[in-house]
């Protein structure tokens, strides 16, 4: 059974977050953290939003609906955001292909990534 208190609470522990820290995060009182998790209080849409991006997570991930992990690119320039894309659907591709080896595309994708990426840690 879904239970969005239980998943907020594990979020903020995977974070190392206090219910404090996490309501200052967040704008919101310790005891609303605490009634968020206990179930004895629904966030506001505002408030999951927010809880969202404290956490890295679309507001799907926070519902239960979808299992994926998600990555965030707020701070990459376009560039990186393109090759990020290029990458993961070419990557996605190869699943349906047999492995033979890197493709063109996926070596010039690769480096792409090393050129764009080199020099931003």
Known sequence: MYDLGEI???????????????ARKINKSKSAISRYENGSEMP?????IDIAILFHLSLDQLAGLE?????????????QIQIL??????????IRRPRTGLTPKQLAILNDLIIEFQGHS
Do not use: G, N, V, W
């Not at 299992?67 to 560039?79: Q, V």
């Not at 894309?85 to 190869?94: D, M, N, P, Y």
């Open 44 to 48: 506001s849409l505002e408030a999951l």
């Open 85 to 94: 894309k290029s990458l993961t659907l070419e990557f996605r591709a190869e």
């Open 8 to 22: 907020i609470r594990q979020h903020r522990l995977e974070h190392h977050y206090t219910q404090e820290q996490m």
């Open 67 to 79: 299992k994926k992990e998600s990555l965030s690119m707020e701070d990459l320039s376009p560039a």
